[in-house]
């Protein structure tokens, strides 16, 4: 079992709508926790950084971990074209350690 | 404010082939690392650098070497290349130990 699974889509969705994004990962020693948004034939841009279970929302996105689950979620209201992208969850465990990503959902809002 | 910067951009090799590339950052990050990703597959990690003189291997480091040559640079090597080996390769840093990672641009690698 991977370490972090995330459903890579595609997922496409009207202008508007609202989008949920999710991973879950099996380590209950993951602390951190982020998402990262990747344009096509760019490099990845964090999004969101959460620590510990709870909501954090930034504008029309809000990040939610439930360490209790194992799972966390990206939610985007009133999508927007600009927001088609690769959406990539990322987690690391306390200390000098690396970002393990998940697979990446790719997203695609029509207008 | 350059960030993270990838050279070169884009890279054909013939199989067998070696060469580096190359990462600098301007961020005076402790920590740097090198990334491959593949479709379907995310970001997996080569190696990385938790600090200036040390290295470590990540998930998929067979078929590469790292040199951590001063805090600013990290570079990846590939001896012999592989077609196994064509990617976009990221190279990333972080200042501190919880806290996020910058990306650079990319290096478009296609082995043939």
């Known amino acids: 079992q991977k370490e972090v699974e995330q459903d890579p889509g595609p997922l496409s969705v009207p202008e508007g709508a609202i989008v949920s994004l999710n991973c879950t990962y099996s380590?209950?020693?993951?602390?951190?926790f982020m998402w990262y948004r990747q344009y096509s034939r760019k490099g990845p841009e964090l999004l969101m950084y959460t620590y510990s279970s709870g909501n954090k929302e930034d504008g029309r996105f809000t990040a939610q971990v439930d360490k209790s689950s194992k799972y966390i979620s990206l939610f985007i209201r009133d999508s927007q074209p600009s927001d088609s992208a690769t959406y990539l969850c990322a987690m690391k465990y306390s200390g000098n350690t690396p970002l393990v990503f998940g697979k990446g959902t790719r997203l695609s809002v029509i207008a | 404010n350059a960030g993270v910067t990838q050279t070169p951009k884009f890279q054909v090799l013939k199989t067998g082939q070696s060469m580096t590339l190359q990462c600098a950052q301007d961020m005076n990050h402790n920590s740097m690392y090198w990334y491959r990703q593949d479709p379907g597959m995310g970001l997996r990690l080569i190696y990385y650098?938790?600090?200036?003189?040390?290295?470590d291997k990540g998930e998929v480091p067979n078929g590469y070497n790292v040199s951590r040559l001063n805090k600013r640079e990290f570079s990846l090597r590939l001896e012999s290349a592989a077609p196994s080996q064509t990617s976009v390769y990221f190279c990333?840093?972080?200042?501190?130990?919880?806290?996020?990672?910058?990306f650079g641009q990319g290096t478009r690698l296609t082995v043939v």
């Open positions: 990333a840093s972080v200042r501190g130990a919880n806290t996020e990672a910058f």
């Open positions: 650098s938790a600090s200036e003189g040390t290295t």
């Open positions: 380590n209950s020693a993951f602390q951190y």
